[in-house]
């Protein structure tokens, strides 16, 4: 996969998750996020915000002069969802999980908005949503699931992404008002994609992707 990354927009650098000092920056990040900044968690003594689901998923960090200013994991269809555990009280009854080689999904995907401005973090959403495309590619996945508060939710759905709720907003375990959706890049128009990577520097590999889903579409 890292033939595919980075991805270089204006000084943000979008990269996969590699050595362990990767790791930790990344754990460190999201530990004064989502746990700091959001207490959705409650706060770990090393700092770090880091679980199981780490094992088995890819890790990817935006960058800005070396310093982790995003980041978003993706996890395969064949490995356990933390919305089949943590988050399962979200899910509509009835609602079951689609499982398998083209399902995966999407889970602490934050921006430091502290650290970045206003133009700054818009990119550094559309550089996130263009590595989950991207990896989705890379590895045939179609359906993305994902929890997120319904106030994000509706600017998906404004931005185009082709995404259906699965259950209703509920607070988690913090208080916090969320909701699961599910993502279907198969129906995501054309323009949306196209709309994610203007200006973006990327590798031969990748480039070589572009003009492939360019010609099948």
């Not at 991805?7 to 930790?24: A, H, W």
């Not at 995907?109 to 590595?131: F, K, N, P, Q």
């Not at 994000?152 to 969320?178: A, C, H, K, T």
Request: charged content about 25%.
């Amino acid at each position: 996969m890292k033939a595919f990354f980075p991805l270089e927009l204006d000084g943000l650098v979008l990269d996969v998750v590699s050595s362990p000092l990767e790791q930790k920056q990344l754990w460190a990040f999201r530990h004064r996020i989502f746990r700091e900044q959001l207490a959705w968690v409650p706060v770990c003594e090393d700092g770090y915000d880091r679980d199981s689901y780490d094992d088995f998923s890819d890790n990817l960090a935006l960058y800005r002069d070396g310093q982790v200013v995003g980041a978003i994991r993706l996890t395969g269809g064949q490995n356990p969802f933390m919305l089949e555990e943590e988050f399962s009280g979200l899910l509509a009854s009835g609602e079951s999980i689609g499982k398998g080689r083209e399902y995966s999904e999407i889970t602490r995907l934050a921006i430091d908005r502290h650290a970045l401005s206003g133009r700054e973090s818009v990119m550094a959403a559309r550089m996130l949503y263009l590595g989950a495309w991207l990896w989705s590619q890379i590895h045939g996945v179609r359906w993305m699931y994902f929890v997120v508060e319904p106030v994000f939710y509706r600017r998906l759905v404004m931005f185009g992404f082709p995404i259906v709720p699965v259950g209703v907003p509920r607070p988690l375990d913090g208080g916090v008002m969320s909701m699961a959706g599910l993502l279907d890049w198969r129906q995501a128009r054309p323009e949306l994609i196209r709309s994610l990577c203007p200006g973006v520097t990327v590798s031969d590999a990748c480039q070589e992707l572009w003009h492939e889903y360019d010609y099948s579409h």
